[in-house]
């Protein structure tokens, strides 16, 4: 209920700044408008609609959001799939690079944004289920040949240093696409510290100050306003807690680039039409990834959202980046 009303009141704020801004312009434009007629629009009007990009093609910011959300609509049966052909299976190696930067400890609780089919929760899961392992392993041998004083301790304190449950919050706007992440779950037996949440992530549906760390692994370019996507993740992230993002980004080599365009502008769409039957949805990624900010100008970014120690490492020479920063 609180995170309901939280989201209400913040929808209300934007909508009175775009009233604002939109009462500015007609006050400034009043020269151009028509009083009179019911045909007549004002400047006002017009700049209320706000164009961005789908791909290389321009459209409206309304548009924009309905074609992404179609586009993982209908790819959504065939997206692992298809990020295993059009990687070569090269994505399991990034997503793994992104844990190990993560090392979540157990206790964690990971809000993964555009988590869709639910990849980094299924490895933050396991991860955090190896490291209770090993600290179990740990604690055994160290409790080999205890003193009495340890026993005495250990038994006195057994409770209260149980640590609390790890938890993994998959966040997608997309049903389609969680609906798939939810069927994997149930295929690998996965269900305990995992839930489900549709949401945006420009308006998320969590209360401030509450993860631990905040993931969003090849979505936040599908975001239209990014920076808005980025003030989200500052607020729902506790004091501490860590943003962690793996997109696609500027290829620095440039015969690696030259390569990397050839095959990303004629094979990827061909495989999109052959495995998942949608030429189009695939041409948009292709475009989308190139009109992405590179690594320095998203990393400026996340430092003018709020965040500190912002820093990021390439993969593949480039063709993949992740960037994190904390919330102080």
């Given at each position: ?10 929808r209300?704020i934007r ?20 009083w009179?007629?019911s045909?007549?629009?004002c ?5 209320e609609?706000?164009?961005?990009h789908?791909?290389y093609?321009?459209v ?9 959300y179609?586009?993982?609509?209908n ?7 298809m990020?295993d052909a059009?990687s070569?299976?090269i ?21 993964d944004?555009?988590g869709?089919t639910?990849?980094?929760?299924f490895?933050?899961l396991d ?15 160290s409790?080999?040949?205890p ?5 005495s ?5 057994e409770?209260?240093?149980e ?6 919050v998959?966040?997608?706007i ?6 798939v992440g939810?069927?994997?779950a149930?295929?690998?037996?996965v269900?305990?510290?995992l ?5 945006d992530?420009?308006?998320?549906p969590?209360?401030?100050d509450?993860?631990?760390i905040?993931?969003?692994a090849f979505?936040?370019?599908?975001v239209t ?5 980025l ?5 729902v ?7 962690m ?5 500027k290829v ?6 030259r390569?990397y365009?050839?095959?990303s ?19 948009y990624?292709?475009?989308s990834?190139?009109k ?7 990393k400026?970014?996340i ?9 990021y490492?390439?993969?593949t ?5 992740l960037?994190?920063g904390?919330?102080l």
């Amino acid at each position: 209920m609180a995170a309901s009303m939280r989201l209400l009141v913040r929808r209300v704020i934007r909508l009175s700044h775009r009233n604002v801004n939109a009462s500015s312009v007609g006050v400034a434009g009043r020269l151009g408008c028509c009083w009179t007629g019911s045909s007549c629009r004002c400047l006002s009007d017009a700049a209320e609609e706000r164009n961005t990009h789908f791909g290389y093609e321009t459209v409206s910011e309304a548009e924009k959001a309905k074609r992404v959300y179609k586009v993982f609509e209908n790819v959504a049966q065939k997206y692992d799939v298809m990020n295993d052909a059009m990687s070569l299976g090269i994505h399991r190696l990034w997503k793994d690079k992104l844990l190990h930067a993560m090392h979540p400890q157990p206790g964690a609780r990971l809000l993964d944004v555009a988590g869709g089919t639910g990849d980094i929760a299924f490895r933050f899961l396991d991860y955090i289920r190896f490291q209770q392992d090993r600290q179990k392993r740990r604690a055994t041998r160290s409790m080999q040949t205890p003193s009495w004083q340890d026993i005495s301790i250990n038994y006195s304190t057994e409770d209260d240093n149980e640590p609390r449950e790890s938890s993994a919050v998959v966040c997608d706007i997309n049903k389609e696409m969680l609906k798939v992440g939810k069927q994997k779950a149930e295929s690998m037996g996965v269900s305990s510290g995992l839930s489900w949440v549709v949401g945006d992530a420009e308006e998320l549906p969590f209360d401030d100050d509450q993860f631990d760390i905040y993931t969003i692994a090849f979505g936040i370019r599908n975001v239209t306003h990014i920076d808005q996507a980025l003030q989200e993740a500052l607020r729902v992230l506790k004091p501490g807690g860590r943003f962690m993002c793996l997109e696609f980004s500027k290829v620095t080599n440039p015969v690696l680039a030259r390569l990397y365009d050839a095959y990303s502008f004629q094979m990827i769409p061909v495989l999109g039409e052959v495995i998942a039957g949608d030429w189009k949805s695939y041409q948009y990624l292709v475009e989308s990834i190139r009109k992405f900010p590179d690594q320095e100008e998203f990393k400026h970014m996340i430092e003018d959202t709020g965040f500190y120690c912002v820093h990021y490492h390439n993969f593949t020479g480039g063709v993949v980046a992740l960037h994190s920063g904390f919330k102080l």
